[in-house]
């Protein structure tokens, strides 16, 4: 425990660089995801490449697994994301008002710029947990405990959704994020691909969150 202390800790100050870095530490309008989707993309993606070789040690087991397949699942879904927002904006009435009143909520918004600076976003995310998970077990922790303790972090961090039009939207999102804290590190301890499964899920479900935001108000603007 003690010789793997240092990554521990060096974990905490990943999260804390990404997170706070683009949330808090940085000027708001330098890390928007949309009008400057470039610089936030290159942002996660620099940090990332350093928690890659950072934690190489911990999540080897996953290098064997990237090849050819991985990289078409994630353009496939790539391809579907795009399509996706551009029925939405082209058959969906854009709820303006509602996007006005959430303007920091980018996965509302459908823009495509946010696909491109999400995906490095989650990229960041996802090794953050590949490697949380693998450090986890090497020291003892069997797969429920793990995942017992990422439905607490999970949960903690996802609170903020409940308040996305204080409706059941806000709960769905909220009661994902549980539910992926059990299937992600049984996806990454069970399956060969299973951090490319948790990274095409995590993206699928931000990318597409608004998409599902789009269609209930326009439900609802209908039913009025």
């Not at 600076?117 to 090794?127: E, M, R, T, Y």
């Not at 499964?197 to 209930?216: E, S």
Request: glycine share 4%; proline share 2%.
């Amino acid at each position: 425990m003690v010789f793997e202390l240092h990554y521990f800790i060096a974990w905490f100050l990943f999260w804390t660089l990404g997170w706070l870095g683009i949330y808090y530490f940085l000027p708001k309008e330098r890390t928007n995801y949309e009008r400057n989707y470039i610089f936030v993309s290159i942002y996660f993606l620099v940090i990332s490449i350093i928690m890659i070789l950072y934690f190489k040690d911990i999540i080897f087991e996953v290098y064997k697994y990237l090849n050819f397949f991985s990289v078409i699942l994630i353009v496939l879904l790539l391809i579907f994301n795009f399509l996706s927002y551009r029925f939405a904006n082209k058959y969906l009435i854009k709820p303006a008002e509602k996007l006005l009143k959430y303007a920091d909520n980018y996965y509302l918004h459908l823009d495509k710029r946010y696909i491109i600076s999400k995906s490095f976003d989650i990229l960041f995310q996802q090794i953050l947990i590949i490697a949380l998970v693998f450090l986890l077990r090497n020291n003892g922790l069997n797969l429920l405990w793990i995942s017992i303790l990422f439905a607490i972090m999970f949960g903690i961090g996802h609170i903020p959704a409940l308040k996305v039009d204080r409706s059941l939207f806000g709960l769905v999102i909220f009661v994902a994020s549980l539910l992926s804290s059990f299937l992600f590190p049984y996806l990454i301890i069970t399956f060969k691909y299973g951090f490319v499964y948790t990274y095409m899920a995590h993206w699928l479900f931000y990318t597409n969150t608004g998409v599902l935001f789009w269609i209930i108000e326009n439900f609802k603007s209908k039913m009025k």
